[in-house]
């Protein structure tokens, strides 16, 4: 894949409609009921085909047009969200926030604005700080987050265990949910070595009072092993992949 080909047509993607939104089904270790959805950016490439958010955040890094990217999507997921039937009026809504997102002066203002325009409830959007980036200044971005929840949104750490401000994170931030990363997910499966980390991981989350959300469950031992530890809710391939918002609507119509 040629990536100054993907930096150049990322610049006329958004022009041309190529960036589409995805929601990955989230549900609780204990029901089949969908509880909420992760909305995941897709690039439908005209050359390539189909390329999924790493690829895509990955060229939109290389090419400084990571905040107009992440802006659209945010954008584009509460439109979509926000025209749900009353059959998904329960359900959470996760849009994703880099650090460069939260470090823009007048960000808290605007993406209020963008919620409150959409008509998206603002007590149903979880908002998830990844960690593509690192938050250079911890305070002001606690600061923005406890004005954020103070407003009515709730906040996730998402990709929890792959970078090294992960527990400078989990002792600075205000946090509603603790996302466990997929790898770190698949591992409670792997030796006891392995189980040991997941199970700190989550108890030293479940302590802070937090929820906990793993991220890449592809089998029903992980599934299992992950309740027994006290995790609340899962995503994966092993219930749903991202799917389209009609989809999605057909399977909570389907129960």
């Given amino acids: 894949?040629?990536?100054?080909?993907?930096?150049?047509?990322?610049?006329?993607?958004?022009?041309?409609?190529?960036?589409?939104?995805?929601?990955?089904?989230?549900?609780?270790v204990?029901?089949?009921?969908?509880?909420?959805?992760?909305?995941?950016?897709?690039?439908?490439?005209?050359?390539?085909?189909?390329?999924?958010?790493?690829?895509?955040?990955?060229?939109?890094?290389?090419?400084?047009?990571?905040?107009?990217?992440?802006?659209?999507?945010?954008?584009?997921?509460?439109?979509?969200?926000?025209a749900w039937p009353g059959a998904l009026s329960d359900l959470r809504l996760s849009i994703n926030v880099t650090a460069a997102d939260i470090a823009q002066?007048?960000?808290?203002?605007?993406?209020?604005?963008?919620?409150?325009?959409?008509?998206?409830?603002?007590?149903?959007?979880?908002?998830?700080?990844?960690?593509?980036?690192?938050?250079?200044?911890?305070?002001?971005?606690a600061a923005?987050?406890?004005?954020?929840?103070?407003?009515?949104?709730?906040?996730?750490?998402?990709?929890?265990?792959t970078g090294y401000s992960s527990l400078a994170y989990l002792k600075s931030l205000p946090l509603d949910f603790l996302k466990i990363d997929s790898g770190l997910a698949q591992d409670i499966a792997g030796t006891a070595r392995?189980?040991?980390?997941?199970?700190?991981?989550?108890?030293?989350a479940k302590s802070l009072g937090l929820k906990v959300i793993a991220e890449g469950v592809e089998t029903e031992e992980q599934l299992d092993l992950l309740a027994r530890e006290g995790c609340d809710y899962y995503q994966g391939f092993l219930r749903s992949a991202g799917v389209s918002s009609a989809d999605l609507i057909n399977l909570v119509l389907k129960g």
Wanted: charged share 25%; glycine share 10%; aromatic share 6%.
């Fill in 144 to 161: 923005l987050l406890t004005a954020l929840r103070t407003e009515g949104l709730a906040v996730a750490i998402d990709d929890f265990g």
């Fill in 194 to 204: 392995d189980r040991i980390i997941v199970r700190g991981v989550i108890h030293m």
């Fill in 105 to 141: 002066p007048g960000f808290m203002p605007g993406l209020l604005g963008l919620v409150d325009r959409s008509g998206f409830p603002r007590s149903r959007l979880t908002v998830e700080i990844t960690e593509s980036g690192l938050i250079e200044d911890v305070d002001a971005a």
């Fill in 30 to 82: 204990d029901s089949d009921k969908i509880s909420g959805v992760e909305a995941l950016a897709r690039w439908n490439h005209p050359h390539y085909g189909p390329l999924g958010a790493g690829i895509l955040f990955a060229t939109a890094e290389r090419s400084d047009y990571m905040l107009p990217l992440s802006a659209h999507i945010q954008a584009e997921a509460l439109r979509q969200a926000a």
């Fill in 1 to 28: 894949m040629d990536a100054d080909r993907l930096e150049t047509d990322l610049r006329l993607a958004l022009d041309r409609g190529e960036i589409g939104i995805v929601f990955q089904p989230q549900y609780p």
